[in-house]
């Protein structure tokens, strides 16, 4: 079974950047598709962006595009989520999640999920 750690949370300025990386352990990243999951307080969980296993195709939420980037590095086993010209508004609790083949944007569609990583965002 594979286990995910999240890191790369912290408090940045609007318009700063910050990386988050979501590491595999017990298993690979094989033929498995990667999201990344978001909380903010009161609010409900939303689908970021994800990647799937192969090809590596990618999809964006509306509120991100253009702003974060989804990568893969299957050498490290590692996850990783570029976020730029950061926002108040994506403030918020990161997860990642994987699944089985194809991605979805549902997270009960995932049965495997890191911890989180905070990431804060003051204007």
């Known amino acids: 079974q594979v286990q995910l750690v999240e890191s790369g949370g912290g408090l940045v300025q609007a318009g700063g950047s910050l990386r988050l990386s979501c590491a595999a352990s017990?298993?690979?990243?094989?033929?498995?598709?990667v999201a990344w999951f978001r909380q903010a307080p009161g609010k409900e969980r939303e689908f970021v962006c994800g990647?799937?296993?192969?090809?590596?195709?990618?999809a964006y939420a509306d509120s991100v595009k253009g702003r974060f980037t989804i990568s893969r590095d299957n050498a490290k086993n590692t996850v990783y989520l570029q976020m730029n010209s950061l926002k108040p508004e994506d403030t918020a609790v990161y997860s990642c999640?994987?699944?089985?083949?194809?991605?979805?944007?549902?997270?009960?569609?995932?049965?495997?999920w890191g911890q989180g990583t905070q990431v804060t965002i003051s204007s």
């Open positions: 990647i799937n296993w192969s090809p590596s195709t990618t």
């Open positions: 999640a994987a699944r089985a083949l194809v991605l979805r944007t549902t997270p009960s569609n995932y049965n495997i």
């Open positions: 017990g298993r690979t990243f094989t033929a498995l598709a």
